[in-house]
């Protein structure tokens, strides 16, 4: 397991833009069983669909990358599919993130590095992985009810309320 101690640190920079949210993200290559015990040590709870997405031989992180990341709501009841996420954030030149994206955005929030005020759910639209159910999930981290990771459906037709931001990564050079 990866402490924090051991973590090489970015700079926490954010910045918003017309509404988005941009900041970058280091990964550390921590693989999804040892994210379970790291985010619950910081006060977060993770479902137990969470779980088996974090345990699926589908969970791959990455290692030592990184990556822009961008944040936004979309406002338009009929954008709010994540079929309609994905022509909106495929329009503003965004690319899918990456499930461990999810871990370490909650790890941020629980450090207090990353605040997203009057948003009760960041889905993180990274491609889904199977759960232990055989359901297609995508991470989603929740701020209703304190931090809790959570999987939910990747299904295209899934509706999310105005309180939720879609996250995704900035293509970058050498991005496809």
Not at 10 to 36: E, H, K, M
Not at 96 to 113: F, N, Q, S, T, V
């Given at each position: 397991?990866?402490?924090?101690?051991?973590?090489?640190?970015?700079?926490?920079?954010?910045?918003?833009?017309?509404?988005?949210?941009?900041?970058?993200?280091?990964?550390?290559?921590?693989?999804?069983?040892?994210?379970?015990?790291?985010?619950?040590?910081?006060?977060?709870?993770v479902?137990?669909?969470a779980?088996?997405?974090l345990?699926?031989?589908?969970?791959?992180?990455?290692?030592?990358?990184?990556?822009?990341?961008?944040?936004f709501?979309?406002?338009?009841?009929?954008?709010?599919?994540?079929?309609?996420?994905?022509v909106?954030?495929?329009g503003?030149?965004?690319?899918?993130?990456?499930?461990?994206?999810?871990?370490?955005?909650?790890?941020?929030?629980?450090?207090?590095?990353?605040?997203?005020?009057?948003?009760?759910?960041?889905v993180?639209?990274?491609?889904?992985?199977?759960?232990?159910?055989?359901?297609?999930?995508?991470?989603?981290?929740?701020?209703?009810?304190?931090?809790?990771?959570?999987?939910?459906?990747?299904?295209?037709?899934?509706?999310?309320?105005?309180?939720?931001?879609?996250v995704?990564?900035?293509?970058?050079?050498?991005?496809?």
């Amino acid at each position: 397991m990866v402490l924090l101690a051991d973590r090489p640190r970015v700079n926490p920079a954010r910045r918003v833009d017309t509404g988005n949210v941009y900041f970058p993200l280091l990964s550390d290559g921590v693989c999804g069983q040892d994210w379970i015990p790291r985010l619950q040590h910081l006060g977060c709870r993770v479902g137990v669909y969470a779980e088996s997405v974090l345990l699926s031989e589908e969970f791959i992180p990455s290692q030592k990358t990184l990556e822009h990341i961008v944040a936004f709501q979309v406002t338009k009841d009929a954008r709010r599919r994540l079929r309609g996420v994905d022509v909106v954030a495929n329009g503003m030149g965004f690319s899918r993130p990456y499930a461990e994206h999810a871990c370490l955005i909650c790890e941020k929030i629980a450090l207090g590095e990353l605040v997203f005020p009057e948003v009760s759910h960041i889905v993180v639209m990274h491609e889904p992985i199977r759960d232990h159910e055989g359901g297609e999930s995508i991470l989603v981290i929740s701020q209703s009810e304190g931090l809790y990771l959570e999987a939910l459906s990747g299904k295209p037709d899934v509706w999310w309320e105005k309180a939720t931001a879609f996250v995704y990564r900035r293509h970058t050079q050498g991005d496809g």
